[in-house]
């Protein structure tokens, strides 16, 4: 997976300066997004340093930035050769698909452009042979011809213009009778894909975001009962054991509660749980929905299995499904 993290040069990420709120702070969107793509299993990154012009293209600037910014990248378990550092000016059409020409900038940087480091990156595996399973981003119902189609990412297997899928949590099966891929149609989808399907012989009320397709013989589980191995972030108010928590699984949110601690190696509650938790504490944690939801276990699934706990607007943990109670 890749993603890209756009910075400022003149000292701001987005409306937040690097030396302050940005990275130094428990509010900054900086620290919370990069501990976030990492947690989603993102490994690849560019960190495009932009508005180079307005700075002279500053050498010194753009490593002062990446001296910052990289010390906290690499808390987050990112690695060096992962990460590619790009100075670039969209202004003056700087480094993004050809060797920056002035002269002040390419003096010192014999990097690559922005466009080449995208295209250096190595493709994840994908798990084509494994069974049918795509959570629902978005649904598109159209009235007028009584169709409704789901869209997503294939996270493993394929799809194919007349198979059967099974639409969860409904447990309804329907047909594909078209896909789309990238808005272009096609007959044939495999994991990877960004598709919209369109299904017939089914209620469209049962389609939803946060559902899951999946082969009629390999069912998703449903569950409102998890045990979850949690990280707590840079959280400056603990996490108190019986608190209400918003509940954030693949495209689904829903509202939990922690009830106990859980002791990692008998899955029992611990006797001696803490009363709550605190930032950069690892904790297995027993989590109840308020609502049923479409899951699995992180050791069979990444994508239904990884969650983030949010509080206030912020994620104020990250986890793995580590096994279904109920």
């Given at each position: ?161 007349g198979f059967k899928v099974l639409v969860m949590p409904s447990g309804e ?46 069912p998703i589980f449903v569950a409102k009962h998890l045990e979850v191995k ?60 308020q609502g049923p939801i479409c899951v699995d276990e992180f050791s069979s ?26």
């Open positions: 997976m890749v993603y890209a993290i756009y910075m400022h040069s003149e000292g701001t990420l987005g409306k937040e300066k690097i030396n302050s709120a940005g990275m130094d702070t428990m509010k900054g969107q900086t620290r919370e997004h990069a501990q976030l793509i990492r947690s989603f299993g993102v490994e690849q990154i560019i960190v495009a340093v932009c508005k180079m012009d307005i700075i002279g293209y500053s050498k010194d600037r753009f490593e002062f930035i990446k001296q910052q910014l990289g010390t906290f990248l690499r808390l987050c378990g990112f690695k060096d050769p992962c990460v590619f550092w790009i100075p670039l000016s969209v202004m003056e059409n700087q480094n993004l698909v050809a060797a920056p020409s002035d002269a002040r900038f390419s003096s010192w940087y014999r990097g690559p452009n922005l466009l080449d480091a995208i295209d250096s990156f190595q493709p994840p595996s994908r798990d084509f042979s494994k069974p049918l399973l795509m959570p629902i981003c978005d649904v598109i119902k159209s009235a007028s011809l009584g169709q409704v189609s789901a869209c997503g990412k294939l996270e493993a297997g394929a799809l194919r213009t099966v329907g047909t594909v009778r078209s896909l789309e891929r990238d808005s272009q149609a096609c007959s044939i989808a495999r994991a990877g894909d960004n598709v919209a399907v369109s299904l017939q012989g089914i209620d469209g009320s049962n389609v939803m975001a946060g559902g899951v397709l999946c082969h009629p013989d390999f949690v990280l707590i972030l840079d959280v400056t108010t603990p996490i108190l054991v019986g608190s209400q928590l918003e509940f954030h699984i693949h495209h689904l949110k829903e509202v939990a509660k922690i009830p106990s601690l859980l002791d990692p190696k008998t899955g029992k509650v611990a006797k001696k749980a803490p009363r709550c938790l605190t930032a950069k504490q690892s904790a297995v944690v027993e989590v109840v929905l699934s990444r994508a239904l299995g990884r969650v983030f706990l949010r509080a206030l607007g912020r994620t104020v943990a990250v986890g793995t499904v580590t096994r279904i109670i109920e």
